[in-house]
């Protein structure tokens, strides 16, 4: 019983006696742990803790009743008795049905999907798959308009749709844990957010998953753009996600950065907006406003308003010090204006700001 | 163990009877273990099923096992990993390091009791700030009463691996923790 008196949590968890005790489990231990928290009063709170983190663990399991319990017990029997399909085909075969229904989706709807006729080939097979199984209708909203038109998802997202966007979607709107969206042109969307049900637009050949956000999707013949504007969104080739082991081109972006997806390359590129918003509001008093400031500090608050990575050389511009006053510019205006004082450069790449300098003395 | 021993042997000579019996007494364990990570019964459901029907189909196949329950999970494991694969290609948000909203998910819509809600949501917060694999390594440990030994291979990994990340995940529990005590400590002792 020596030991037990430089017990912490990670001990009493692991006791597995302890823990035999704590469910209310017979022991070889009987009345030992009672024992202890008379010996050692200090013990008592961790033992507590070490109490309740194995009760409400045990809690938070999942329930199965016993009608439940019975029916995939049977469920079970009738398949091995039976002798049906080997499972390692069903899984396979249920793929195959899906595949059917949705042809038979398709035939069936005929015009109303507007790849149907517009896109060839690109992606179209793949999509298929990420049509919701169901044969439950599709909404169809096209803008014939000569403005951008509101359009309110059943999920409480909105979307401003340009004139000649197309966008398509299940009226039994989440489906297998997923809001699917199908665009063709250019749209802004609003997302709701709703963690357990990720939101996907589909645009000629480009996936976009976002959880809850703002973004802009841009699909042309050639080329699919997606903005950022809050949030996260992560996009990835449409294709790509036919081929499992293959995850590296999916790219995630934060605000103010952009993807290009290439439709004949089947390339996703990131970059930055052309117009990066203020994401946060600058400081009210300093604004844009340094007065011999060490420029990390003018970098970080532009990072800080644009949420757009800036990367140099901390060491090479170490003594660079920058009196500037800056305010409304855009974000590569105000880029120009600080590197042209230092007499540095700076580039785009992969999302960030990257700049270039020989130092300042 | 030497019943276990004795039972596989007799599921394996295709003793109907003990395999029914098998399936009535891991079911809800494979499926409480399933649940920490994949949170569709459906799927899991089907995942389970599959699992001992090919059991079934391969019996005549398969090695002796004196311990059937870490068998069973983890070759749920494998299925469901390939399941979680296959249906869905794209990394988690969690894994960019997204703050999922802690109210969401399968913890808080089973606490059902009023009375000490609120201390089951702040430890059900903690909880879910744990990585799977960590919130897998707790429940192999604490629920399923499961060696070190059994739980490297279940998840296939070394010994030292297991003490590493049990250890690991606990001292991230116990930190979450620390930050929620003060008003816990005035329910438990309250």
Redesign the interface.
């Known amino acids: 019983m020596k030991y037990y008196k430089d017990y912490d949590l990670e001990d009493f968890l692991q006791d597995d006696s302890f823990r035999r005790w704590v469910i209310g489990e017979a022991d070889a231990t009987e009345g030992l742990w009672e024992e202890i928290v008379r010996l050692y009063p200090d013990k008592k709170v961790i033992m507590q803790q070490a109490r309740e983190l194995i009760t409400t663990w045990r809690e938070h399991a999942a329930i199965v009743t016993d009608q439940q319990l019975e029916d995939q017990v049977q469920r079970i029997l009738h398949t091995t008795q039976a002798g049906v399909e080997a499972p390692a085909r069903r899984v396979v075969w249920r793929k195959w049905l899906s595949a059917a229904a949705v042809v038979t989706l398709v035939a069936g709807l005929g015009g109303a999907f507007w790849w149907k006729s517009e896109q060839t080939g690109n992606g179209t097979g793949h999509r298929q798959a990420y049509v919701p199984e169901s044969s439950k209708a599709l909404q169809e909203v096209v803008n014939t308009t000569g403005t951008a038109m509101k359009v309110g998802l059943p999920d409480g997202s909105k979307v401003s749709l340009a004139p000649a966007g197309r966008i398509s979607y299940a009226a039994d709107f989440v489906h297998d844990k997923k809001r699917e969206v199908f665009l063709s042109g250019e749209a802004f969307f609003d997302v709701t957010k709703d963690p357990q049900n990720p939101f996907f637009v589909y645009a000629n050949g480009l996936v976009t998953r976002v959880l809850g956000t703002s973004f802009l999707v841009k699909a042309t013949d050639t080329n699919v753009e997606v903005l950022v504007r809050s949030g996260r969104v992560s996009v990835l080739p449409l294709k790509d996600i036919e081929n499992p082991t293959d995850r590296n081109t999916e790219l995630l972006l934060t605000p103010n950065q952009q993807a290009i997806f290439s439709v004949k390359d089947n390339v996703v590129s990131k970059s930055i907006t052309n117009m990066p918003l203020e994401l946060i509001k600058p400081d009210a008093e300093a604004g844009f406003v340094f007065e011999n400031q060490p420029v990390s500090k003018v970098f970080s608050a532009l990072e800080k308003v644009y949420g757009i990575p800036i990367v140099y050389d901390a060491a090479v511009m170490e003594k660079c010090s920058l009196r500037v006053e800056l305010s409304n510019e855009p974000f590569f205006t105000k880029l120009d204006i600080i590197t042209q004082t230092l007499g540095a450069a700076y580039r785009v790449s992969d999302g960030q700001v990257v700049i270039s300098s020989e130092g300042c003395r | 163990m030497e019943q276990d021993l004795e039972r596989w042997k007799r599921f394996k000579d295709g003793d109907?009877a003990v395999?029914?019996d098998m399936?009535?007494g891991e079911?809800?364990a494979l499926?409480?273990y399933g649940?920490r990570f994949v949170h569709?019964?459906d799927t899991l459901?089907d995942c389970?099923?599959?699992?001992?029907?090919?059991l079934?189909?391969r019996r005549h196949f398969l090695v002796d096992t004196d311990k059937i329950r870490p068998y069973l999970l983890k070759s749920l494991r494998n299925r469901l990993l390939k399941e979680i694969?296959?249906t869905n290609?794209?990394?988690p948000?969690e894994a960019?390091h997204?703050n999922?909203?802690a109210e969401?998910g399968?913890?808080n819509r089973?606490?059902s009791t009023e009375t000490d809600e609120r201390?089951?949501r702040q430890?059900?917060t903690v909880?879910h700030s744990l990585t799977p694999r960590q919130r897998e390594i707790?429940?192999l440990?604490?629920?399923e009463?499961l060696s070190h030994e059994q739980i490297a291979g279940v998840l296939d990994i070394s010994r030292p691996a297991v003490a590493n990340l049990?250890?690991q995940a606990?001292?991230l529990?116990?930190d979450k923790?620390q930050t929620i005590l003060p008003s816990?400590?005035m329910i438990?002792i309250g």
């Open positions: 109907a395999f029914e399936i009535r079911f809800r499926f409480e649940s569709d019964r459901n389970i099923h599959d699992l001992f029907a090919s079934w189909d694969e296959r290609p794209l990394t948000f960019w997204e999922l909203d969401e399968i913890e089973l606490i201390r089951k430890i059900g909880l707790i429940h440990k604490f629920f009463n049990l250890s606990l001292r529990f116990r923790w816990l400590l438990l």
